[in-house]
């Protein structure tokens, strides 16, 4: 018996790479899903209709699927995905907020459309699926739903040339922080991925490396974040929300969150020269932190 058996999902840019694989881990344990696809090129222009491909994929595996080919763009293609799932099933448990598209040039050269774009597709599409989702939720009581978003270590550690990337990812670990405490009371967590794989999206990062995609190494492919969603959406994970989860080159991981570390305080306002004292030994304090949290980090052979 599958881990997700009756549960109704629906991923987003699902037509290939990450999202694919989500989908069919998500039926080999028993889900239904609405694969949804604008079925875009890299930097999100054009469209097909990828998603067709993975719909069939999922029905060989004996599980039940539709393909939705709306943007994630605009609140009316939010809207929708969520309607198709609800016409196609009669309702909807589970959300994965997966489609990306990527516009990488330097803040110098950066234009505004290369912003928007990639702001739009990743930040503003987790506002539009998310929200007649949650809606739902709440005006329905549903209880024990499952948000996972897509984040990168692009937004959460930074990266050249990816400001808009960047920018967007950061958003959308701290949307899932906050949206995590609207939606607890109907025992729905909301969790964070921060995976690496080899896709489309990746392979010229790869070559450019010197490296080679070998399809055989699932710690090189996209399907090594599979099982981590599927186990997130699973009721094993029932208390397990506003997680940022890392997985990315057979590394299963968890990431801290924004805490303070060390900290002053004082009667009196602050001065420059109080200041010239103080700041140092935060820094400093920092410094320990950061080499402490990679000594404990590094992955352990299991
Ligand atoms: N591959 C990595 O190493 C990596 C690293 C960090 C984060 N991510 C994130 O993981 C997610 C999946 O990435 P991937 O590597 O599988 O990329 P991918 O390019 O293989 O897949 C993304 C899919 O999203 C679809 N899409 C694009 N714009 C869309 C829109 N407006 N509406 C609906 N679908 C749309 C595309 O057609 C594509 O099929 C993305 O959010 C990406 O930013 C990937």
Redesign the pocket.
Known sequence: MGVLKGKIAVV?????????EICLSFAKQGAKIVV?????D?D?TSESK?ADEVVKEIKELGSEAVANY????TVE?GNNIFQTCIEAFGAMDILVN?????RDRTLYNMEESEWDGVIN??LK?HYNCSRPFVRYIRDSNRLNCRIIN?????GLYGSFGQTN?GAA?AGIAGFTRSLALEVAKYKCTVNTI?????????FDLIEAAGGKYDATDWTQG?EQIAPVVTWLCSDAADTVTSQIIHS?AGILGIMQQPAVIKSFTTEKLWTVEQLDKLMPELIEAKKHHDVEVSEKGAPKKI
Do not use: C, E, F, W
């Not at 997966?98 to 990527?102: E, P, Q, R, T, V």
């Not at 897509?150 to 692009?154: A, G, K, L």
């Open positions: 987003t840019g699902a037509g290939r790479g990450i999202g694919r949804n696809d604008l079925g875009a890299r999100g990828v709306d943007s994630v763009v293609g997966n489609a990306g598209i990527l597709v990743h599409g897509m984040s990168s270590v692009s990337y990812k921060s995976p690496g794989a080899a896709t489309r999206m990746t996209p990315q």
